[in-house]
């Protein structure tokens, strides 16, 4: 298999776990945002800036550490296992500063 192409592939596979990420948090961000913002256009603005770091953090983390060796069967199974771990781990840890930071916007109940 062609490194381009080794490359490419796990380019797509943490585009596609990014992008069910992003479509499963956006109708439910949306109403959060809007409450906290005060305005539409801001809630739009951050739940476009939030969509946007949830692709490309994962993917920064997966460039940094893709592999392009060529050699098969094995290396297919090892080359998803650290392209899916990377996303993962770069959705999470962006989760996790995007969790942080709505709780210390959202007012506290009385």
């Known amino acids: 298999m062609d490194a ?3 490359f490419a592939l ?14 499963m948090i956006t109708p439910v961000l949306r109403p959060v945002l809007e409450e906290m913002c005060g305005t539409s256009d801001r809630a739009g603005f951050w739940a476009r800036y939030t969509s ?18 060529t050699s098969l069967p094995l290396m297919l ?3 998803l296992k650290r392209v899916m771990g990377g996303s993962v781990c770069g ?3 962006t ?4 969790g942080l930071r709505l709780n210390r916007g959202i007012p506290a109940q009385k």
């Open 95 to 98: 989760l996790m500063v995007l």
């Open 10 to 23: 796990q380019i797509v596979v943490s585009l596609v776990i990014s992008g069910i990420v992003v479509a």
């Open 91 to 93: 959705l999470l840890l």
């Open 77 to 79: 199974v090892t080359l």
């Open 52 to 69: 946007i770091v949830l692709f490309l953090f994962p993917l920064l983390i997966v460039m940094a550490t893709a592999d392009v060796e």
């Open 4 to 6: 381009l192409l080794f």
